[in-house]
């Protein structure tokens, strides 16, 4: 796997801080699923 490096606000940052808590999931899971379902999303409207 590779890493990144995502620079976010200061408010970005506190948002994904309490989703992860309310998620119990990492800030890791949750971008890499945001990535994912947006790229997706890209994919189909260019179909």
């Known amino acids: 796997m590779?890493?990144?490096?995502?620079?976010?606000?200061?408010?970005?940052?506190?948002?994904?801080?309490q989703t992860s808590k309310n998620?119990?999931?990492?800030i890791n899971d949750i971008v890499r699923e945001a990535v994912r379902q947006y790229l997706q999303k890209?994919?189909?409207s260019n179909l």
Do not use: V
């Not at 590779?2 to 940052?13: G, P, W």
């Open 23 to 26: 998620l119990e999931r990492s």
């Open 2 to 17: 590779k890493a990144l490096n995502i620079r976010f606000s200061d408010k970005e940052h506190e948002n994904l801080q």
């Open 42 to 44: 890209l994919e189909a």
